[in-house]
């Protein structure tokens, strides 16, 4: 290594590379990957070769202390360098420079790579996702057997080349372990299973466990189902932990949400919609339902729904809670981030006068040519159409409450089929967001919605147990018998 003066950047560079070179100049011809207020990354041609560039600022207080305790690209660099010397696949590293409270990180570009993340959103038959979660588990428990473990550990971090290998990037969040717990493995797995968790099946999650832990050497006396057990319930409450704080985003201003107020009051809006005035009264729609409790239309901005209070009552109890069109907006988001199908939430706003509720509502997408499920059922004469759709059903409701939501008002006016027959879950200010669904709530749901499909004319016993099949994938003929008898 040798330390060279470029402009006013410091770096510490191997000899080989850049000698008598303007990088400065380099990098302003360089092409923006990715720009935030703590990061940028580029990457620029030299000598016919392609690198990747990292400058790393310090916008927060805590990040000009973290400067002087442990620099991210300091960190970053002695990772890759560890990690390049033990022959793991990560990009090569090339440079380190500062300048002022900014640091650069200069690596060798890994030729024609896609993140897994972007791939995983494709189409892929089973062949090419077995071979992936293969390989992403021998990757994953080499890392762990020298004692490596990630501490950001999703799918955007990894990337696969043409010739399907894959690399890890980011390592300015890894760790090494002299002695590597079995637990922070098992933590390890849920966090990279939770970035997979919405495009993959779990089959594939299958899979993979049982590759990495043949290649593991954390486990060797463990069994495979207690080990596999104590992952999934990791994973689990991962899950719902990781979601929860997400989904929380929706109501604070950041790069996917943005704060609006007008004559309606306040609110938020996703930044991807291209909505560039808000109405300042009720605007006028195709009424699909005027009741006591909500008017629904359709209207230029997307479904509208306006909540009214019920009760006289509830005056005083809206002053300590969130409104119905909040509640409905953060379930939207909730239900998104778990996976589970609904119309998307493009806005929403509440109006106070102090504390008191005077009104509030939330637009969401229309779902096209949809309708409820028990009028989609009625007019379905298929036999094998309608069992499908009932296995789709039971799926759904399996996976909402695997991952902590629960429907306290689950009926089949509030689930939509569309002209593609999938089914969509609305109506979300019902909804609620529990660590943990117990026995009795997920009995009530489904009791709830079988309560309703049962007034379906073309409705049979067999068809509630082709449900059940689907709701409760692993249990016993008893425990099927003994949910068919309490519905």
């Given at each position: 290594k040798k330390y060279m003066q470029n402009s006013d950047i410091i770096w510490q560079i191997k000899p080989h590379f850049f000698d008598g070179i303007s990088l400065e100049e380099k990098f302003s011809k360089g092409k923006t990957i990715k720009i935030s207020p703590a990061r940028e990354i580029l990457e620029f041609e030299c000598n016919g070769e392609w690198y990747i560039l990292k400058i790393f600022h310090a916008p927060l207080l805590a990040d000009r202390i973290r400067i002087w305790l442990n620099p991210r690209p300091w960190r970053e660099w002695k990772n890759l360098q560890a990690l390049h010397s033990l022959k793991m696949p990560v990009p090569e590293p090339v440079a380190l420079g500062k300048k002022g409270k900014d640091g650069y990180l200069i690596t060798k570009k890994i030729p024609e790579t896609r993140s897994l993340r972007d791939i995983c959103r494709e189409y892929l038959d089973l062949a090419e996702r077995r071979d992936i979660a293969t390989k992403l588990a021998q990757l994953t428990a080499s890392?762990?057997?020298?004692?490596?473990?990630?501490?950001?550990?999703?799918?955007g971090n990894i990337l696969l080349d043409q010739k399907g290998?894959?690399?890890?990037v980011d390592l300015y969040g890894i760790s090494h372990y002299s002695s590597l717990s079995q637990k922070k493995a098992i933590q390890n797995l849920a966090m990279l299973g939770v970035s997979f968790a919405l495009c993959a099946s779990y089959t594939d999650f299958f899979i993979f466990f049982k590759e990495y832990f043949y290649h593991s050497r954390l486990f060797q006396k463990q069994s495979f189902s207690d080990t596999f057990k104590?992952?999934?319930q990791c994973f689990m409450d991962w899950f719902s932990s990781?979601?929860?704080?997400?989904?929380?985003?929706?109501?604070?201003s950041n790069k996917y949400f943005q704060k609006i107020?007008?004559?309606?009051?306040?609110?938020?809006?996703?930044?991807?919609?291209?909505?560039?005035?808000?109405?300042t009264s009720i605007p006028k729609g195709t009424v699909w339902k005027d009741s006591r409790s909500t008017l629904v239309q359709k209207t230029s901005f997307g479904v509208w729904k306006q909540y009214r209070r019920k009760k006289i009552q509830n005056l005083l109890l809206d002053c300590f809670?969130?409104?119905?069109?909040?509640?409905?907006?953060?379930?939207?988001y909730n239900c998104f981030l778990r996976g589970i199908p609904t119309a998307k939430p493009l806005f929403f706003q509440e109006k106070r006068n102090f504390l008191f509720l005077e009104n509030c509502y939330i637009v969401t997408q229309e779902i096209e040519n949809a309708c409820i499920l028990p009028k989609y059922l009625l007019g379905t004469e298929d036999q094998q159409r309608k069992e499908n759709l009932l296995k789709q059903l039971g799926k759904m409701i399996h996976t909402m409450h695997d991952r902590g939501l629960t429907h306290r008002d689950l009926k089949g006016n509030n689930l939509l089929v569309d002209q593609n027959e999938r089914i969509y879950l609305i109506d979300l200010d019902g909804l609620s967001m529990r660590k943990k669904i117990s026995q009795s709530r997920r009995l009530k749901d489904v009791k709830r919605l079988i309560k309703g499909l049962k007034l379906v004319k073309n409705i049979e016993k067999k068809d509630i147990?082709?449900?059940?099949?689907?709701?409760?994938?692993?249990?016993?003929?008893?425990?099927?018998?003994?949910?068919?008898?309490?519905i």
């Open positions: 890392l762990h057997n020298q004692g490596w473990i990630h501490h950001d550990f999703h799918s290998m894959l690399y890890l104590l992952t999934n990781f979601s929860a704080k997400r989904a929380m985003r929706c109501i604070k107020s007008n004559e309606m009051g306040t609110g938020f809006i996703h930044r991807q919609n291209s909505i560039e005035t808000f109405p809670r969130p409104s119905r069109a909040k509640k409905a907006w953060i379930a939207g147990e082709i449900f059940l099949d689907s709701y409760l994938p692993f249990a016993r003929d008893e425990e099927k018998k003994r949910w068919l008898k309490n």
